[in-house]
T-cell receptor, first 115, second 112 residues
Framework: DTAVSQTPKYLVTQMGNDKSIKCEQN?????MYWYKQDSKKFLKIMFS???????INETVPNRFSPKSPDKAHLNLHINSLELGDSAVYFC??????????????FGSGTRLTVV | AQSVTQLGSHVSVSEGALVLLRCNYS??????LFWYVQYPNQGLQLLLK??????LVKGINGFEAEFKKSETSFHLTKPSAHMSDAAEYFC??????????FGDGTTLTVKP
């Protein structure tokens, strides 16, 4: 009955590979997000989708491509992985406009290590 | 534009002592303010939030925070620290429907 679930939890891969991280929420929220947390624990938003529509696209290399097949799922595909992509990636969700009053519900994160 | 500054990247307290984690924000419009907690190897969990109304807000695990507009602050406090409070704490501000801006985080260590 996990609210926001991400898979995999850990991902170790070589430079140049392509990988995907999946996220699903069962809260009925309209909006989903991807955040990146670096080794210093800084959190930075990457993307946001509302009802399958991209609404936030921060300055992220185009090697990163989010995909939302439906409002309960938001996946992140990364092409040509680089060492600097190593981080923890968090999926989050909220009601449309609800991030103002209710905040986010976060997944437990995917620790990506590029070697 | 909005921003958040958390003063003190590391705070260490003894068990039973007062916890005070500082957060100052910058916002051109009335802010919505949040504190999140992140335990090791876990995602962020909402501790408490200020939207409108009472400026002293209570959250989970005995934490509370007070919104002070004149000081542009939203400091997090807990009267008596417990070992289980050791974690990373993030202050966040939101003035847009789309996203929150997070502070850099404060690591709280609780000594026995």
């Amino acid at each position: 009955d996990t609210a926001v679930s991400q898979t995999p939890k850990y991902l170790v891969t070589q430079m140049g590979n392509d990988k995907s991280i999946k996220c699903e929420q069962n809260l009925g929220h309209d909006t989903m997000y991807w955040y990146k947390q670096d080794s210093k624990k800084f959190l930075k938003i990457m993307f946001s989708y509302n009802n399958k529509e991209l609404i936030i696209n921060e300055t992220v290399p185009n090697r990163f491509s989010p995909k939302s097949p439906d409002k309960a799922h938001l996946n992140l595909h990364i092409n040509s992985l680089e060492l600097g992509d190593s981080a923890v990636y968090f999926c989050a969700s909220s009601h449309e406009g609800g991030v103002l009053t209710y905040g986010y519900t976060f997944g437990s994160g995917t620790r990506l290590t590029v070697v | 534009a909005q921003s958040v500054t958390q003063l003190g990247s590391h705070v260490s307290v003894s068990e039973g002592a007062l916890v005070l984690l500082r957060c100052n924000y910058s916002s051109s419009v009335p802010p919505y303010l949040f504190w999140y907690v992140q335990y090791p190897n876990q995602g962020l969990q909402l501790l408490l939030k200020y939207t409108t109304g009472a400026t002293l807000v209570k959250g989970i695990n005995g934490f509370e925070a007070e919104f002070k507009k004149s000081e542009t602050s939203f400091h997090l406090t807990k009267p008596s620290a417990h070992m289980s409070d050791a974690a990373e704490y993030f202050c966040a501000v939101n003035t847009n429907a789309g996203k929150s801006t997070f502070g850099d985080g404060t690591t709280l260590t609780v000594k026995p």
